[in-house]
């Protein structure tokens, strides 16, 4: 039975970092990267940087890691942890995929807006279906 989870790290430098170096460590089990652009209630935009994982083994656990909303997002320039991320995934050649979303904030539960980025990325065949 395979199963699909998001895995949330922080939203500072160190986190991005961590997910960085999953990318670089595991790169043969690297399937996708995304930048997953929202705007809060106030107007502001923001990104989450995540990268997605086949299994491990013979697990069947499909990991997506996630730096959820903590990076502003301006069209003219690019911040410094988006270009970070950008040059790992290329690094191990990916480019990571952009998909706009709701903010969290429109949902009264994390679980719930997992749930509903998970329907958009099956949606959009950016994972794979669950047997």
Known sequence: MRQQRFIELGEG?????????????????????????ATTKEGKRCLSIAAS??????GGF?????CRE???????????????????????GSKPIPVDLKHSSEFPETKLFYQYVTGILRLNHLLPPLD
């Not at 994982?53 to 013979?58: D, I, L, T």
């Not at 499909?62 to 996630?66: A, E, K, L, R, V």
């Not at 990076?71 to 270009?83: A, G, N």
């Open 13 to 37: 430098y160190s986190d991005i970092y961590e997910l960085c170096e999953l990318i670089k460590t595991n790169a043969s089990r690297l399937q996708r990267t995304f930048l997953f652009t």
């Open 53 to 58: 994982f086949s299994p491990a083994g013979e």
């Open 62 to 66: 499909y990991p997506i890691y996630i």
């Open 70 to 92: 903590g990076i502003p997002s301006k069209e003219e320039s690019p911040s410094k942890r988006q270009l970070v991320f950008e040059e790992a995934a290329a690094s191990v």
